[in-house]
Protein backbone atom coordinates (compact mmCIF):
# COMPACT_ATOMS: atom_id res chain seq x y z
CA UNK A 1 0.00 0.00 0.00
CA UNK A 2 0.88 3.78 -0.70
CA UNK A 3 2.23 5.46 2.26
CA UNK A 4 2.40 9.04 2.87
CA UNK A 5 4.80 10.90 5.28
CA UNK A 6 4.44 14.26 7.73
CA UNK A 7 6.59 15.61 9.90
CA UNK A 8 4.28 15.69 13.20
CA UNK A 9 4.82 18.82 14.16
CA UNK A 10 5.98 22.36 12.66
CA UNK A 11 6.36 25.66 14.23
CA UNK A 12 6.43 28.91 13.18
CA UNK A 13 6.77 32.58 13.84
CA UNK A 14 3.55 34.77 13.33
CA UNK A 15 4.46 36.44 9.94
CA UNK A 16 6.82 34.16 8.36
CA UNK A 17 6.63 31.35 6.01
CA UNK A 18 5.92 27.64 7.31
CA UNK A 19 6.44 25.18 4.83
CA UNK A 20 4.61 21.29 5.51
CA UNK A 21 5.95 18.28 3.64
CA UNK A 22 4.77 14.87 2.46
CA UNK A 23 6.76 12.47 1.33
CA UNK A 24 5.81 9.45 -0.79
CA UNK A 25 7.24 7.49 -3.23
CA UNK A 26 7.35 9.29 -6.99
CA UNK A 27 4.52 11.59 -5.32
CA UNK A 28 5.61 13.77 -7.96
CA UNK A 29 3.84 11.63 -10.54
CA UNK A 30 0.58 12.31 -8.71
CA UNK A 31 -1.63 14.61 -7.66
CA UNK A 32 -1.51 15.93 -3.72
CA UNK A 33 -4.11 17.62 -2.30
CA UNK A 34 -4.04 19.14 1.12
CA UNK A 35 -6.57 19.98 3.62
CA UNK A 36 -6.45 22.19 6.78
CA UNK A 37 -8.67 21.06 9.66
CA UNK A 38 -8.55 23.00 13.05
CA UNK A 39 -9.55 21.64 16.71
CA UNK A 40 -13.60 20.31 16.70
CA UNK A 41 -14.15 21.32 12.84
CA UNK A 42 -14.59 19.09 9.85
CA UNK A 43 -11.45 19.28 7.33
CA UNK A 44 -11.25 22.29 4.49
CA UNK A 45 -9.93 21.22 1.19
CA UNK A 46 -6.76 24.31 0.81
CA UNK A 47 -5.34 22.83 -2.47
CA UNK A 48 -5.86 20.56 -5.17
CA UNK A 49 -3.99 19.53 -8.06
CA UNK A 50 -0.82 19.99 -6.25
CA UNK A 51 -0.90 24.13 -6.15
CA UNK A 52 -4.46 25.17 -7.48
CA UNK A 53 -6.59 26.79 -4.38
CA UNK A 54 -10.60 26.57 -4.00
CA UNK A 55 -12.00 29.76 -3.84
CA UNK A 56 -12.07 31.78 -0.84
CA UNK A 57 -8.62 30.23 0.40
CA UNK A 58 -6.02 33.24 0.72
CA UNK A 59 -2.94 33.18 -1.82
CA UNK A 60 -0.95 32.95 1.02
CA UNK A 61 -1.22 29.34 0.73
CA UNK A 62 0.85 27.15 -2.01
CA UNK A 63 1.57 24.10 -3.25
CA UNK A 64 4.57 22.26 -4.90
CA UNK A 65 5.24 18.93 -6.10
CA UNK A 66 7.77 17.27 -7.39
CA UNK A 67 10.00 13.94 -7.37
CA UNK A 68 9.13 12.23 -3.86
CA UNK A 69 8.23 15.48 -1.78
CA UNK A 70 4.87 17.64 -1.92
CA UNK A 71 4.79 20.70 -0.18
CA UNK A 72 2.25 23.39 1.48
CA UNK A 73 3.28 26.22 2.05
CA UNK A 74 1.86 29.05 4.07
CA UNK A 75 3.13 32.73 3.53
CA UNK A 76 2.74 35.51 6.14
CA UNK A 77 1.68 33.21 8.57
CA UNK A 78 -1.09 34.20 10.93
CA UNK A 79 -2.67 33.22 14.38
CA UNK A 80 -5.66 31.86 12.58
CA UNK A 81 -3.49 29.34 10.65
CA UNK A 82 -2.88 26.98 13.35
CA UNK A 83 -4.57 23.80 12.92
CA UNK A 84 -3.58 20.28 11.66
CA UNK A 85 -2.20 19.95 7.72
CA UNK A 86 -3.34 16.61 5.65
CA UNK A 87 -1.83 15.85 2.60
CA UNK A 88 -3.86 13.28 0.68
CA UNK A 89 -3.32 11.26 -2.92
CA UNK A 90 -5.41 8.81 -4.86
CA UNK A 91 -2.81 5.48 -5.19
CA UNK A 92 -4.05 2.79 -7.90
CA UNK A 93 -3.41 -0.29 -4.84
CA UNK A 94 -4.74 1.70 -2.31
CA UNK A 95 -7.29 4.28 -3.33
CA UNK A 96 -7.36 6.82 -1.34
CA UNK A 97 -4.61 7.79 1.03
CA UNK A 98 -3.80 10.56 3.76
CA UNK A 99 -1.01 11.53 5.22
CA UNK A 100 -0.74 11.07 9.37
CA UNK A 101 -1.02 14.74 9.73
CA UNK A 102 1.14 18.22 10.42
CA UNK A 103 0.22 20.05 13.54
CA UNK A 104 1.23 23.79 12.74
CA UNK A 105 1.76 25.50 15.55
CA UNK A 106 2.00 29.53 15.38
CA UNK A 107 4.73 30.82 17.74
CA UNK B 1 -23.51 26.55 -1.97
CA UNK B 2 -23.40 22.88 -1.54
CA UNK B 3 -24.23 21.50 2.46
CA UNK B 4 -24.13 17.79 3.57
CA UNK B 5 -25.66 17.67 7.11
CA UNK B 6 -25.25 14.17 8.56
CA UNK B 7 -27.60 12.63 11.63
CA UNK B 8 -26.72 12.89 15.04
CA UNK B 9 -24.33 11.18 17.58
CA UNK B 10 -24.56 7.52 18.68
CA UNK B 11 -24.04 5.16 21.44
CA UNK B 12 -23.07 1.26 20.51
CA UNK B 13 -22.86 -1.57 22.17
CA UNK B 14 -19.45 -3.77 20.65
CA UNK B 15 -20.75 -6.27 18.05
CA UNK B 16 -23.74 -4.03 16.92
CA UNK B 17 -23.87 -2.15 13.90
CA UNK B 18 -24.59 1.92 13.63
CA UNK B 19 -25.72 4.04 10.34
CA UNK B 20 -24.93 7.43 9.45
CA UNK B 21 -26.55 9.69 7.01
CA UNK B 22 -25.64 12.08 5.44
CA UNK B 23 -27.86 14.21 3.41
CA UNK B 24 -26.79 16.71 0.69
CA UNK B 25 -28.41 20.02 -0.76
CA UNK B 26 -27.17 22.61 -3.08
CA UNK B 27 -25.66 20.91 -5.77
CA UNK B 28 -26.66 17.99 -8.15
CA UNK B 29 -26.06 14.91 -5.90
CA UNK B 30 -25.80 12.51 -8.61
CA UNK B 31 -23.51 13.98 -10.35
CA UNK B 32 -20.54 13.28 -7.64
CA UNK B 33 -19.54 10.82 -5.33
CA UNK B 34 -19.72 10.71 -1.93
CA UNK B 35 -17.42 9.26 0.13
CA UNK B 36 -17.05 8.61 4.04
CA UNK B 37 -13.64 9.35 6.28
CA UNK B 38 -13.22 8.36 9.45
CA UNK B 39 -11.06 10.01 12.40
CA UNK B 40 -10.75 8.43 15.87
CA UNK B 41 -9.74 10.52 18.88
CA UNK B 42 -6.34 12.39 18.60
CA UNK B 43 -5.77 10.46 15.50
CA UNK B 44 -5.42 11.30 11.63
CA UNK B 45 -8.16 11.16 8.59
CA UNK B 46 -8.72 7.04 7.40
CA UNK B 47 -10.85 6.58 4.01
CA UNK B 48 -13.01 4.20 4.46
CA UNK B 49 -15.07 3.88 0.96
CA UNK B 50 -17.40 6.03 -1.77
CA UNK B 51 -20.32 5.68 -3.66
CA UNK B 52 -21.34 7.17 -6.82
CA UNK B 53 -25.31 7.48 -6.80
CA UNK B 54 -25.93 7.92 -10.25
CA UNK B 55 -24.26 4.56 -10.58
CA UNK B 56 -25.45 3.15 -7.55
CA UNK B 57 -21.81 1.84 -7.33
CA UNK B 58 -19.60 1.60 -4.59
CA UNK B 59 -16.19 0.76 -3.74
CA UNK B 60 -13.89 0.17 -0.27
CA UNK B 61 -10.48 0.56 1.89
CA UNK B 62 -9.36 -3.16 1.82
CA UNK B 63 -9.69 -2.32 5.52
CA UNK B 64 -13.31 -2.27 5.90
CA UNK B 65 -14.03 -4.56 3.22
CA UNK B 66 -17.01 -6.72 4.34
CA UNK B 67 -17.68 -4.47 7.41
CA UNK B 68 -19.13 -1.34 5.89
CA UNK B 69 -21.65 -0.78 3.34
CA UNK B 70 -22.23 2.42 1.47
CA UNK B 71 -25.75 3.55 -0.10
CA UNK B 72 -27.43 6.29 -1.47
CA UNK B 73 -31.04 7.40 -1.93
CA UNK B 74 -31.02 10.00 -4.81
CA UNK B 75 -34.78 10.75 -4.26
CA UNK B 76 -33.37 12.10 -0.35
CA UNK B 77 -30.14 12.76 -1.91
CA UNK B 78 -28.78 11.07 1.22
CA UNK B 79 -25.49 9.10 1.19
CA UNK B 80 -25.63 6.10 4.15
CA UNK B 81 -22.52 4.44 5.97
CA UNK B 82 -23.17 1.34 7.78
CA UNK B 83 -20.53 -0.32 9.60
CA UNK B 84 -20.99 -3.64 11.44
CA UNK B 85 -19.58 -5.42 13.98
CA UNK B 86 -18.30 -2.43 16.07
CA UNK B 87 -15.83 -2.87 18.13
CA UNK B 88 -14.01 0.11 20.36
CA UNK B 89 -11.43 0.91 17.99
CA UNK B 90 -14.14 1.80 15.96
CA UNK B 91 -15.16 5.06 18.26
CA UNK B 92 -14.58 8.04 16.11
CA UNK B 93 -15.85 10.98 14.34
CA UNK B 94 -17.02 9.75 11.03
CA UNK B 95 -17.63 12.48 7.87
CA UNK B 96 -19.04 12.14 4.47
CA UNK B 97 -17.61 14.21 2.02
CA UNK B 98 -18.06 15.42 -1.48
CA UNK B 99 -16.07 13.02 -3.94
CA UNK B 100 -14.58 15.05 -6.79
CA UNK B 101 -14.06 11.96 -8.46
CA UNK B 102 -11.81 11.64 -11.39
CA UNK B 103 -8.53 10.04 -12.01
CA UNK B 104 -7.12 12.19 -8.59
CA UNK B 105 -10.15 12.75 -6.51
CA UNK B 106 -10.04 14.90 -4.02
CA UNK B 107 -13.08 16.17 -1.04
CA UNK B 108 -14.10 19.79 -1.71
CA UNK B 109 -17.01 20.35 0.85
CA UNK B 110 -17.32 18.08 4.07
CA UNK B 111 -20.17 16.82 6.43
CA UNK B 112 -20.10 18.45 10.54
CA UNK B 113 -19.32 14.80 11.47
CA UNK B 114 -21.11 12.79 13.48
CA UNK B 115 -19.02 10.70 16.62
CA UNK B 116 -20.14 7.15 16.36
CA UNK B 117 -18.75 5.81 20.56
CA UNK B 118 -18.70 2.37 21.06
CA UNK B 119 -18.91 0.89 24.55
CA UNK B 120 -20.39 -1.40 26.59
Known amino acids: SYVLTQPPSVSVAPGKTARITCGGN??????VHWYQQKPGQAPVLVIY???DRPSGIPERFSGSNSGNTATLTISRVEAGDEADYYC??????????FGGGTKLTVL | QVQLVQSGAEVKKPGSSVKVSCKAS????????ISWVRQAPGQGLEWMGR????????NYAQKFQGRVTITADKSTSTAYMELSSLRSEDTAVYYC?????????????WGQGTLVTVSS
Open chain 2, 97 to 109: ARDRSGSYPYFDY
Open chain 1, 26 to 31: NIGSKS
Open chain 2, 51 to 58: IIPILGIA
Open chain 1, 49 to 51: YDS
Open chain 2, 26 to 33: GGTFSSYA
Open chain 1, 88 to 97: QVWDSSSDVV
